[in-house]
Structures are given as structure tokens and as C-alpha cells.
């Protein structure tokens, strides 16, 4: 049955996906390539299983714990549906062997010791783990990344890795009310990208842009967006 949430749902979804039409548009690029990620963290299974028939194929989720009770829920419910899930926070190295059960693909990798406990833990799953490399662009204490400066050493060192696929880069700008300001850096995020590309890197999705500034990350060459609250309303604050 679809309650009244799941048309909401729907409805915003569909929204965001005319949104990013126009987004694409505006740079050219042909929208089909943008891929929508559903943020589900704090969301129940229900409202999420309301997504999936709204047309979402990726979620992502920023805490293991959390998502593990919530995969194995929705995979076994649904398991005819195509979903990818993809871990889009902070990943303790402890919590590697978890997240390489549990994830599709991993967009955190900020650190080559991550890398490597992810690629020890993919090989004894015999398992090739998908990965974002995350780029700190703002000097701010509660961000993780790699460093500018860093990226091309740590690219050389996860693509060294035969269990890791290096598939692009992906990064967290600071808040702003106006989108525009978070412009500069996803610029500097696809600058980074074509110099990575140069070096013969295989970077093929920038993952960038959230709810509040997805058009602009989008004009900026996003291929990955990352949207909670413009799907699955206001969350109740936890990060
Ligand atoms: C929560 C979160 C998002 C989604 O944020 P919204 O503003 O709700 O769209 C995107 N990316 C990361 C890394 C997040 O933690």
C-alpha cells in the first residue's frame, strides 16, 4: 500500500530529479550520468522502502552500526529490488571489516592505513571494494579528508591495492545558507580531479553536493549527489 509518506517521498523525489535535469542542462552534461544518492541515515526502513519505489537505486549511510540493521531489514525485504548502499561517513579502522561486508561502495577513504586495513579486510571476502578518495578542502577541525596537498600520494597508494577500485574523489564543503558560496569548492574538487586524471588516475565520479547545493555541485561536475532532507524531510539533528 502507498500511505501518504511514500507519495511525499515520491513527490520529492521527483523533484530533485527535475532538478537535476535542469542542473545538467545548464553544463551540458547529459542527466542520466548523475547519480542520486538517498542519505537514509536516521530514516526508518519504511520510509526508505518508500523510496525505492520512488525510483532510488543508491543509499547512503554514514554510520556502520546504524546501517547494518537497516541493510540486512531492506535486503531481505526487498530482495528482488537493485540497491547499492554507500558508506558516506567517517570510517574507523576497526569498523572496516563491517563495512566491507556491508557496502557497495566506500566514499571515505581519507587515510592510506584505511586504505590498506579495507584492502586486507576485501581480499579475505574475496571481494573487489569500490571507493571515493574524501578531500578536506576547508581547514576544519571536524572534517576528515585527505589533504590537497596529499591526494596524489594517497590515489598512487589505493590504486597500488589489487583488493580496492579506485573510482573517483569525494568531498564535504563547509555549510552555507547560499549555495553559491560552496561553488569555489566544487570547482577546486574538479580541478583536482583533472589533474589526477592527467597522472593517469582512473577518477570517474566526483561525489559532491547535498540538499541545500546539489544544482551548483551538479553545474560544477558532480556525478555523485548526496541528498538526506530534500527526500526524507528534516532529520532529527545527528551527525
Ligand atoms: C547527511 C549527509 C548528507 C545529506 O545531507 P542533506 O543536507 O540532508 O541532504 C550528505 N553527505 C554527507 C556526508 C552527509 O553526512
Known amino acids: 500500500m502507498i500511505t501518504c509518506y ?20 545548464k553544463s ?17 526502513a519504511q520510509k526508505i522502502t518508500d523510496a525505492l519505489y520512488g525510483g532510488v537505486k543508491i543509499l547512503g549511510e554514514n ?14 525485504q526487498n530482495a528482488d529490488w537493485d540497491m547499492e548502499w554507500h558508506l558516506i561517513g567517517h570510517l574507523q579502522k576497526n569498523k572496516a571489516k563491517a563495512a566491507v561486508q556491508l557496502f557497495d561502495m ?16 576485501a581480499r579475505k571476502f574475496d571481494k573487489i571494494q569500490r571507493v571515493l578518495v574524501q578531500v578536506k578542502l ?29 573510482e573517483g574523489l569525494m568531498t564535504i564543503p563547509p555549510f552555507f ?8 569548492y566544487f570547482r577546486k574538487l574538479r580541478e583536482i580531479a583533472v589533474s589526477a586524471r592527467e597522472q593517469g588516475f582512473s577518477i570517474d565520479e566526483l561525489s559532491m553536493g547535498m540538499s541545500n547545493d546539489y544544482e551548483v555541485a551538479i553545474e560544477e ?19
Open 6 to 25: 511514500a507519495m511525499a517521498i515520491a513527490d520529492r523525489i521527483n523533484s530533485v530529479n527535475e532538478k537535476i535535469i535542469r542542473a545538467a542542462r
Open 28 to 44: 551540458s552534461t547529459d542527466p542520466d550520468t548523475i547519480k542520486l544518492i538517498a542519505v537514509s541515515k536516521t530514516v526508518d
Open 63 to 76: 554510520r556502520v552500526q546504524e546501517a547494518k540493521v537497516k541493510i540486512s531489514e531492506l535486503r531481505s
Open 106 to 121: 566506500i566514499q571515505t577513504v581519507d587515510s592510506v592505513d584505511l586504505a590498506e586495513e579495507l584492502d586486507s579486510q
Open 138 to 166: 576547508a581547514a576544519e577541525e571536524t572534517k576528515h579528508g585527505v589533504a590537497e596537498s596529499d591526494v596524489m600520494a594517497v590515489l598512487e597508494k589505493v590504486t597500488a591495492l589489487d583488493y580496492l577500485k579506485l
Open 177 to 184: 545558507d547560499d549555495p553559491e558560496e560552496g561553488r569555489p
Open 221 to 239: 561536475g558532480a556525478t555523485m549527489i548526496r541528498v538526506g532532507t530534500a527526500i526524507f524531510g528534516e532529520r532529527d539533528y545527528r551527525e
